[in-house]
């Protein structure tokens, strides 16, 4: 009896805490199966990511054969890289350390995939506390090759985790794809990597900024630029223009003479003396712009992250691929295209100190004119889609060796191709302007309706045509002065306007009012 009693118990306890635990689910399950959206996000997003992650954990993919490259810091040297971490976090509570790299080296030692063993000195990089807030074993590091030795070419590189390089192959495909168009880019490989004997896994190793970057990139001669202090004045005015491995340029009289030019022809734009042309490569500024606007990688030429070759043949400055970043906007569950939003012309790219490459483009016609082009043939010719494709068996491989170090996925192609198909569609917009026209003060008003920069070529008031091919920036608004000769009385109640965009010059009409 006492027996039965005891199960008994145990059976209703057992009941009851099923009651109890499920009340919770039935809830959850209300809840979601009630909330459109909350259902919407768990079968289109969620559960997929799950059975994403799943599958690349799971993966049968052969493990890849990368080069092993082995790093080696001794015990007193990685106390002090503690320690630099530490005082790092601990100032991190008291103020914002973005921006700012206090990281000091210390000596330590490379074995490179052939063996080779090469004397650096090497320390923490990376202004955001991810970098390096996981212990030394998972930290991003930059290094120099101090003896007579080069690690694939190279004396300065670094060893960044792929999630904090630009999310692994989305970082990876911009600086390959950059480079395939004839744009400086860091040369970038991914590479197994021993921790003091200890295999810590997938690292991506990155050339950083040398002469080396400029020949590996089929460039001779001349020197490397950025903004002083990392922009960290832009908030006030435009930042100065400062060497890499200044103590060298200012030592030789011909790279001095290159730097003083620069300066020279940038300061001159900046004071509205020269046109952007004289300082800049206008050709290679305006791919570089579209394809940013393809990758979504405006922080590319953000202030902080602006970087320079000066050519010393034609002695104008060209753009260098560096830190995308944009995948931030996705990952977060912005919409990707944002509706035809396009990143150059983004209205936070309009601050001028912050943004200056761009503030002292945007209204340059021939800039205009040749980003146009480029935007529309790169979205166009299918040359981005076939290089994506021909790293497909590469990314294959390597994604559940990633995932399985980060629990994250890292590839994101499919956002490249989405982002291109949008760029399609603004050129097959129609209504791209909005206008009036007052007889007082003879003014027009225009306002572009798209994301592209447009011509205003004419005005017409039935017979009379004129001319007015003013461009326009996407969402511009704009008064445009236009005289007539014609009496107030006979100006009709209605005028015709004609625009185009400026590649290709498809011509668009627009009836407005007069008032």
Known sequence: MKTFSKKKAIGITFVVIVII??????????????????????????????????????????????????????????ENLEQQIVNKIEQEKKESIFGSNSFTFVPAKIVDDKNIEHEIKIRIRGDMTSNFNH???NATYRFNVIDSSFIYGKKKLSLVRPILENHGFYGYLFYKYFKNEQLISNDIRFVKLKFNSEDIGVYMLEEG??????????????????????CSNYYNSYSELVPYQKKKVLADSTLLRQLDIAHTNFDAVVKGEQSPSDCFNIDLYAKYFALCDIFMSHH??????????????????????????????????????????????????????????????????????AYSEY?????????????????????????????????????????????????????LASNVVQASYYKEGNVLKVKSMTQLPICIKTISFSDTIININQMLLPQEERKIQVLIDLNEED???QFKLMSSFLFPETEFKYKGIVY
């Open 21 to 78: 635990l499920s009340f919770p689910g039935y809830v959850i399950y209300k809840t979601i199966r009630n909330d459109h959206a909350l259902n919407e996000h768990i079968k289109n997003r969620l559960i997929p990511n799950i059975k994403d992650g799943l599958s690349l954990y799971f993966s049968s993919e052969e493990e890849p054969v990368l080069p092993v490259i082995q790093l080696y810091i001794g015990k007193s040297e990685l």
């Open 135 to 137: 212990g030394l074993e």
């Open 209 to 230: 900024f040398s002469e080396e970057l400029i020949t590996s990139n089929d460039r001779k001669g001349g020197i490397l630029l950025r903004f002083k202090d990392d």
């Open 300 to 369: 590319s030429y953000a202030c902080f992250n602006a970087k320079f070759w000066f050519n010393p043949g034609n002695q104008l400055l060209e753009p260098i691929a560096w830190d995308p970043i944009n995948f931030v906007r996705y990952k977060n569950g912005l919409d990707l295209s944002y509706k035809g939003h396009n990143y150059t012309f983004d209205s936070v790219c309009d601050n001028k100190c912050r943004f200056p490459i761009h503030y002292m483009l945007r209204k340059d016609s021939s800039f205009l004119d």
């Open 375 to 427: 935007l529309y043939h790169y979205a166009h010719n299918g040359s981005i889609q076939n290089f994506i494709a021909s790293y497909s068996s590469e990314i294959r491989v390597l994604e559940p060796l990633l995932f399985k170090q980060n629990f994250e996925t890292v590839d994101y192609p499919e956002w490249i191709i989405e982002r291109m198909a949008e760029i399609k569609r603004l050129f």
């Open 491 to 493: 100006i009709p109640s």
